[in-house]
């Protein structure tokens, strides 16, 4: 649990106000897999459970931030690419499955802002991009958050 700064506790309030009406963190896509237990995609009769949502975007799409927020974290996720963190509050949004990285730890972003390239797997040619939100280390269903998801 994050201990919070005035600004802070303001700027996830902000964020909490506007829950349903946050922008897609890519230009245009669609929802391949959704929170929570899930069919494997491959292997129909297994379920997985699924900490987000998975985006299939253009080839070079772009992740874009939610909200504004400090990137608290720029990680290599092994079997996944790269992943930026970015903190609003104690709210956490992850963009995972980039390419390249347009941000730095400590950087601030402004809602829109890009912050990486979404990878393209070379086996399925899919641009997916791996979107979570949390609260603290509650796990967020993202469907609940982003407009019209």
């Keep these: ?21 946050l922008p897609w963190p890519v230009k245009s896509g669609i929802v391949s897999m ?6 494997h995609p491959v292997v129909k009769s297994i379920t997985i459970n699924s900490n987000g949502v998975r985006i299939d975007t253009e080839k070079g799409g772009k992740a874009k931030a939610i ?15 790269k992943a930026v963190m970015v903190r609003h509050g104690d709210y956490i949004s992850i963009y995972n499955n980039l390419d390249r ?11 829109g802002q890009e ?9 399925t040619g899919k641009t997916t991009l791996h ?9 967020l269903n993202p469907e ?6």
């Design 144 to 149: 609940h958050w982003i407009y019209k998801m």
């Design 67 to 81: 909200f504004g927020g400090v990137v608290s974290e720029v990680q290599a996720v092994k079997g996944a690419n």
């Design 1 to 21: 649990v994050f201990k919070l700064t005035p600004e802070a506790k303001a700027l996830a309030a902000n964020f909490a106000s506007n829950k349903g009406k």
């Design 115 to 123: 912050l990486g390239e979404v990878a393209t797997s070379s086996s």
């Design 34 to 39: 959704r929170f929570g237990t899930q069919p």
């Design 101 to 111: 990285i347009f941000v730095r730890k400590g950087d601030e972003v402004s809602i």
């Design 131 to 139: 979107f979570l939100l949390y609260q603290n280390s509650t796990k």
